[in-house]
């Protein structure tokens, strides 16, 4: 079976432009596990000038699927959901912590709490996962 670093870095996030687009940087990860970061960019933002919720939905969203498949087997998001707590600003940098709280045969649940550079919580998802029998 191949390693996280492997299953993340060459086969997940090699082949995905829209992460790579975000400039989405893994900060660190570990089975079940991951911190990603990315910039708030003027690309990013809305017609308010604040950052899109779409961006802390999609760098949540990436941090739960590198998590959740950094165990060796490909797993889908089959539930999402997110709370914007805090104003996102062009020029903030955002961290995404994924960690796994259960992890069973079929289904695994996943929360992420995005933080910006003060580490100030800005928004928190929860995700669940269908774990399928498909190995990397």
Not at 2 to 11: F, G, R, T
Not at 48 to 66: C, E, N, P, R
Not at 71 to 100: N, Y
Not at 124 to 136: A, D, H, M, N, P
Request: net charge negative.
């Amino acid at each position: 079976m191949k390693s996280p670093d492997e299953i993340v870095h060459h086969l997940m996030l090699a082949n995905d432009a829209f992460s790579q687009l975000l400039e989405m940087q893994i900060v660190a990860l570990d089975m079940g596990t991951c911190t990603l970061s990315c910039p708030v960019s003027a690309q990013t933002t809305n017609g308010f000038g604040i950052a899109h919720g779409g961006l802390t939905y999609a760098l949540a969203d990436s941090a739960l699927a590198f998590a959740s498949n950094s165990r060796g087997f490909q797993c889908m998001s089959i539930d999402t959901q997110i709370s914007h707590l805090a104003k996102v600003k062009l020029g903030d940098s955002l961290s995404a912590h994924c960690t796994e709280l259960h992890r069973g045969k079929r289904t695994g649940v996943y929360e992420v709490k995005i933080t910006n550079q003060d580490q100030k919580l800005v928004a928190y998802f929860k995700g669940t996962v269908f774990v399928s029998e498909l190995v990397w």
